[in-house]
């Protein structure tokens, strides 16, 4: 029996297997936000732990809904995870949070005409 064969043969079934399980590991990588927008503005959207490493997730425009993620490893965050969001026009910036959401979870982010009485809630996927 060829030990190359057999081994080849293995490797390939091996990365077959794990080919299929990937698509199900990175369903439960990121958590997705789901931002609608009352406001007039354009609102720059920012994830923070508790009030420190801000991470920039994306815009979304004058009364318009928009689908932001990110990855489930940022959710370690013993403080809770916050969002910090810009109003574009007026340059200032309002907390939503804290939050905090497992493997799968989806936020439902809501920026209100005043975006000081935005909120978030949290949901399974």
């Known amino acids: 029996m060829n030990h190359k064969l057999v081994l080849g043969a293995a490797f390939l079934a091996?990365?077959?297997?794990?080919?299929?399980?990937?698509?199900?590991?990175?369903q439960t990588?990121?958590?997705?936000?789901?931002?609608?927008?009352?406001?007039?503005s354009?609102?720059?959207?920012?994830?923070l732990c508790g009030d420190q490493d801000a991470r920039w997730l994306g815009l979304v425009g004058?009364?318009?809904?928009?689908?932001?993620?990110?990855?489930?490893?940022?959710?370690r965050c013993a403080r809770?995870?916050?969002?910090?969001?810009?109003?574009?026009?007026f340059n200032q910036?309002?907390?939503?949070?804290?939050?905090?959401p497992?493997?799968?979870?989806?936020?439902?982010?809501v920026i209100e005409k005043y975006a000081g009485l935005s909120s978030a809630n949290l949901s399974r996927e």
């Not at 990365?15 to 698509?23: D, I, V």
């Open 29 to 40: 990588s990121q958590v997705s936000v789901w931002a609608r927008s009352h406001n007039r």
């Open 62 to 75: 004058p009364k318009e809904a928009a689908a932001l993620d990110f990855q489930y490893a940022q959710t």
């Open 14 to 26: 091996a990365t077959m297997l794990l080919g299929c399980a990937l698509p199900g590991t990175m």
């Open 80 to 89: 809770g995870l916050n969002f910090f969001l810009v109003a574009r026009d």
């Open 102 to 109: 497992l493997a799968g979870s989806r936020i439902d982010l």
């Open 42 to 47: 354009t609102v720059d959207v920012y994830l």
């Open 93 to 100: 910036g309002y907390w939503v949070g804290p939050m905090y």
